[in-house]
């Protein structure tokens, strides 16, 4: 509890010592010397440091340095990865007009088992896809050799395989 007060009253006595200083400023009737007042009270003190060694060299260097430090700076050309930053595929396809197929048809031309019950599916266009999944008999039943199937890209990413004449859907991964 002590240490809390003391930390507390540390703090305060470093408010009430800077309003102090600001007080004092506020008396001040000239406005470029209650204004330095000011900057003095509430710059930090490297600042300060760099500005009494700018002064003393030359008083009108640093006048000059803040004239040339103020010019509106160019502003550069986001990358096309900045531009887009934040917008749904969607989004980015309306601006740029991306063509996205968003399916493929084939047939399947070879279907093989594995021991962990995934699918290897072989189709007409050469690509070869695997299911994510350990797949059931009755599943794999439907995605038999010859079947019409169309590949779409799912909502929340990667790819599903439905079979065009049942409508059952599995999700799949490129292999080749």
Do not use: H
């Not at 002590?2 to 703090?11: D, E, H, P, R, V």
């Not at 007409?124 to 994510?132: A, F, P, R």
């Not at 797949?135 to 019409?148: D, E, W, Y």
Request: aromatic fraction near 6%.
């Amino acid at each position: 509890m002590t240490k809390y007060l003391f930390i507390a009253a540390l703090l305060m006595s470093n408010f009430s010592y800077a309003s102090s200083d600001a007080s004092k400023c506020a008396k001040i009737i000239s406005d470029k010397e209650r204004l330095s007042c000011y900057d003095l009270v509430f710059k930090d003190t490297s600042d300060l440091i760099t500005e009494k060694v700018e002064k003393e060299s030359n008083p009108i260097e640093p006048i000059r340095k803040k004239a040339l430090n103020n010019k509106p700076k160019t502003s550069k050309k986001p990358s096309e990865a900045e531009d887009n930053f934040g917008l749904s595929y969607q989004q980015i396809k309306k601006v740029k007009q991306i063509e996205d197929s968003g399916a493929i048809r084939s047939k399947i031309t070879r279907v093989t088992k594995q021991v962990s019950r995934k699918v290897t599916f072989r189709l007409e266009n050469g690509q070869v896809w695997k299911s994510e999944a350990a797949l059931g008999a009755n599943k794999v039943a439907q995605f038999k050799k010859g079947s019409s199937v169309e590949l779409i890209k799912s909502r929340m990413g990667g790819y599903s395989m439905v079979n065009l004449k049942t409508n059952s859907r599995i999700k799949i991964k490129r292999i080749k």
